[in-house]
């Protein structure tokens, strides 16, 4: 399909959406003085709203398979719970409220509806959405997030980055400005790891953070052979894509697996770099089983002034740097490090 198709289809999505707004008004002017019908009309109509917010996320990227938290499975946002999102220290300050911690609101880079119109593309999704982190992790111990190597190259990067929980946004008005502040860690020591950025090597880290992570799920790390992917298998990616507030990148498949690390047609983004992938079979369970950590992938955007816009790619052709697909370090690689 060409861009202007896309952008075609698009554009009668877009029209039945706002059909749908309409119709839902008009069934609010006639029910106005019938408070009981009222009752049972709001129930139904936030339903719909939560429903039309999600398949907004979804539809106005075309194939972008990626959600917000509020549009996530209850196993899915449980997957959500136990990832976290790398910010500077310079990120975050005091709140008015001692209980929470102000996160910078970093402005997006990608392209606005008025821009992408203008220049000819599909919209982005999340446009409007903060770019704050740098990159993901997951919890794999009770004091133990895994990451990319290249997310904490060394003890002096690790002591001026914080681990933050509950980023994420919880309805589709509500960006995450702060977060209570029981939910931010420090990052205290590098445990083990590979760094290895740009090559094609393991990269990969367990770090430690300054006291037990409370209330969060760990995701389960296998040993080799239980735990290493298989050609077309069904994943599933959860992490801070640009740095944006997390999303679940559903709907991706193992395309080549190598010694170090596999290959999968995900939609994620610089920022997803540590990002957990896992088993989306198991997952729909409520099994909360890794198998990769993201660490590099195929070019973002195909353009970035006067604004970012995506670079799309019908399938994932290997050794393409436009199109090459993701690539993840196998999570059995840090079995050893996490002591179980």
């Given at each position: 399909?060409?861009?202007?198709?896309?952008?075609?289809?698009l554009n009668?999505?877009?029209?039945?959406?706002?059909s749908?707004?309409?119709?839902?008004?008009?069934?609010?002017k006639?029910?106005?003085?019938?408070?009981?019908?009222?009752?049972?009309?709001?129930?139904?109509?936030?339903?719909v709203?939560?429903?039309l917010?999600?398949?907004?996320?979804?539809?106005?990227?075309?194939?972008?398979?990626?959600?917000?938290?509020?549009?996530?499975?209850?196993?899915?946002?449980?997957?959500?719970?136990?990832?976290?999102?790398?910010?500077?220290?310079?990120?975050?300050?005091?709140?008015?409220?001692?209980?929470?911690?102000?996160?910078?609101?970093?402005?997006?880079?990608?392209?606005t509806?008025?821009?992408?119109?203008?220049?000819?593309?599909?919209?982005?999704?999340?446009?409007?959405?903060?770019?704050?982190?740098?990159?993901?992790?997951f919890?794999?111990?009770?004091?133990?997030?895994?990451?990319?190597?290249?997310?904490?190259?060394?003890?002096?990067?690790?002591?001026?980055?914080?681990?933050?929980?509950?980023?994420?946004?919880?309805?589709?008005?509500?960006?995450?400005?702060?977060i209570?502040?029981?939910?931010?860690?420090?990052?205290?020591?590098?445990?083990?790891?590979?760094?290895?950025?740009?090559?094609?090597?393991?990269?990969?880290?367990?770090?430690?953070?300054?006291?037990?992570?409370?209330?969060?799920?760990?995701?389960?790390?296998?040993?080799?052979?239980?735990?290493?992917?298989?050609?077309?298998q069904?994943?599933?990616?959860?992490?801070?894509?640009?740095g944006?507030?997390?999303?679940?990148?559903?709907?991706?498949?193992?395309?080549?697996?190598?010694?170090?690390?596999?290959?999968?047609?995900?939609?994620?983004?610089?920022?997803?770099?540590?990002?957990?992938v896992?088993d989306?079979?198991?997952?729909?369970?409520?099994e909360?089983?890794?198998?990769?950590?993201?660490?590099?992938?195929?070019?973002?955007?195909?353009?970035?002034?006067?604004?970012?816009?995506?670079?799309?790619?019908?399938?994932?052709?290997?050794?393409?740097?436009?199109?090459?697909?993701?690539?993840?370090?196998?999570?059995?690689?840090?079995?050893?490090?996490?002591?179980n």
């Open positions: 399909m060409d861009i202007q198709a896309a952008i075609r289809q009668d999505v877009e029209k039945s959406l706002t749908t707004a309409v119709k839902m008004q008009t069934v609010e006639s029910i106005e003085h019938d408070s009981a019908l009222q009752t049972i009309y709001l129930n139904k109509s936030e339903e709203r939560r429903a917010d999600c398949l907004n996320d979804k539809v106005i990227y075309g194939d972008d398979s990626r959600a917000n938290y509020y549009c996530g499975t209850a196993e899915e946002k449980r997957a959500v719970e136990g990832t976290a999102a790398f910010m500077m220290a310079s990120k975050l300050s005091p709140d008015s409220d001692p209980s929470y911690i102000a996160v910078e609101q970093t402005p997006s880079r990608l392209c509806k008025e821009q992408t119109a203008s220049l000819g593309l599909p919209p982005e999704s999340f446009y409007d959405e903060p770019e704050t982190a740098f990159c993901s992790g919890k794999v111990g009770e004091k133990l997030i895994a990451t990319a190597g290249h997310c904490i190259p060394d003890e002096s990067f690790c002591a001026n980055t914080k681990i933050v929980f509950g980023f994420y946004r919880s309805d589709a008005e509500t960006e995450p400005t702060r209570r502040v029981g939910n931010v860690y420090q990052c205290k020591k590098i445990v083990a790891g590979n760094y290895a950025p740009d090559t094609l090597e393991a990269d990969w880290r367990v770090i430690e953070v300054d006291r037990p992570i409370e209330g969060r799920p760990s995701f389960l790390i296998q040993d080799r052979s239980p735990g290493t992917v298989t050609k077309n069904s994943v599933t990616v959860i992490g801070y894509p640009i944006m507030p997390a999303k679940i990148t559903r709907n991706a498949s193992v395309i080549a697996v190598e010694e170090n690390y596999f290959v999968a047609d995900s939609d994620t983004y610089g920022g997803n770099s540590g990002s957990v896992v989306a079979d198991k997952l729909a369970k409520g909360l089983v890794a198998k990769g950590i993201v660490v590099r992938g195929a070019r973002d955007f195909i353009r970035k002034s006067p604004c970012y816009a995506s670079n799309r790619c019908q399938k994932v052709e290997l050794g393409n740097g436009q199109c090459g697909g993701e690539s993840s370090t196998h999570a059995w690689l840090i079995k050893n490090a996490i002591g």
